[in-house]
């Protein structure tokens, strides 16, 4: 995983479900956590960013690489 990647969660389904995610760099005060700006569930309603969380690298599935 890498600054970038598109990225999903893997919480629901192992290949990945849910929206978007775009990695913004590592999350420095805990290793092997990335900070994920999260895209808006419905692009009709909400257009944009949700926000940005620390996500264990282990609930996300790189959809696309950068």
């Known amino acids: 995983m890498k600054t970038g990647d598109l990225v999903q969660s893997n919480i629901f389904e ?3 479900s849910g929206t978007y ?3 913004m ?3 420095e005060k805990i290793p092997g956590y ?3 700006q ?3 569930d419905d ?3 909400t257009h944009g960013i949700v926000g940005i969380y ?3 690298e282990k609930d996300l599935v790189v959809v ?3």
């Open 25 to 27: 760099g590592p999350y």
């Open 64 to 66: 696309s690489e950068a």
């Open 21 to 23: 995610g775009l990695v």
């Open 38 to 40: 999260w895209s808006a």
């Open 43 to 45: 692009w009709e309603l």
């Open 14 to 16: 192992k290949s990945g």
């Open 54 to 56: 620390e996500i264990s």
């Open 34 to 36: 990335w900070n994920v």
